[in-house]
């Protein structure tokens, strides 16, 4: 099955195929200890940082090895690629999916980009899954926010703007801007359930994306899910876990000099919370 064929497996039974980003082997180790576990399909994301950290072809390989060897569908996805040039820099590395993010642009030419990079996809093969973006996230995945954010309404994804997107560029995957954030702040996330419904009522059966997953209330994420939401971004809670137990770790031990001790207990807070995140989001024994 391909990541399209997952995505709309998850549509038609009401779950979300959760998306973790990676910046290195430690966290993947932990995601992917949760998903065979638990038997969940999972997409992997690097961002442009995250994939400069790591190296493209070495994603690709890194992932394709997982693959095989757990036997899970684990997919790579180009996460927030932020122009045409990096976007089709992640396609010649191999990514089999891409979220091209010209959010920040106008319309038409987000479109415009858009199209490009699908045209490009497909061509290498009919089975790469694109995403595109309209509306815009105000922070970032980097932060938590000890301030209130407020979302400015016009960042908020206009229904009908989805539906010229989505039939305009043929991506696979439409992430809206509908109350989420990127990162945590300090206010309680409140998703506009309503628009979510809209829109999914005007883009057929493509997959919708929510990005900023990290800290939204459990009974909101359902909600979303109900919705219309098959696809759901965690980055920041994992990037927390992993910061949190490493700093506890050296500070408890600090003497310990040897990476693969250290990281034990990295790998273990990983993988609680991607275990929490696959059973929310309903994609456990999915494969
Ligand atoms: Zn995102």
């Known amino acids: 099955m391909t990541l399209n064929d997952y995505l709309n497996k998850a549509l038609k039974e009401g779950w979300a195929l959760p998306h973790f980003n990676i910046s290195d082997a430690v966290t993947l180790t932990g995601i992917l200890e949760a998903a065979k576990e638990l038997k969940s399909p999972v997409m992997i994301g690097t961002s442009e940082g995250e994939r400069k950290f790591i190296g493209g072809k070495q994603a690709v390989a890194m992932i394709n090895t997982y693959r095989d060897e757990y036997n899970l569908p684990i997919f790579l996805n180009a996460d927030h690629h932020k122009s045409v040039t990096t976007a089709g820099e992640a396609l010649n590395f191999g990514y089999e999916s891409v979220h091209i993010d010209l959010s920040v642009a106008k319309l038409e030419e987000n479109i415009l980009g858009t199209k490009e990079i699908v045209a490009r996809a497909k061509s290498i093969n009919k089975d790469i899954s694109v995403e595109g973006e309209v509306g815009y996230l105000v922070t970032e995945s980097s932060k938590i926010y000890k301030e209130i954010i407020e979302i400015p309404p016009e960042s908020l994804t206009k229904p009908e703007e989805a539906a010229r997107f989505v039939k305009e560029t043929g991506v696979d995957r439409f992430a809206p ?33 929510l990005h900023g997953g990290s800290g939204t209330p459990d009974e909101q994420t359902k909600n979303a899910i109900s919705a219309g939401i098959n696809n759901i971004h965690i980055n920041t ?41 696959i059973k929310l989001f309903g994609s456990a024994n999915r494969v």
């Open 177 to 209: 801007a509908v109350g989420n954030l990127h990162g945590i702040a300090a206010n309680v996330k409140k998703l506009d359930i309503a628009r979510i419904e809209a829109i999914r009522s005007m883009i057929g059966d493509t997959a919708m994306v």
């Open 237 to 277: 809670e994992l990037r927390v876990a992993y910061a949190e137990a490493l700093r506890k770790f050296l500070a408890d031990n600090p003497e310990e000099t040897t990476p693969y001790k250290f990281f034990k207990p990295v790998i273990e807070a990983i993988k609680i919370k991607t275990a929490e995140k």
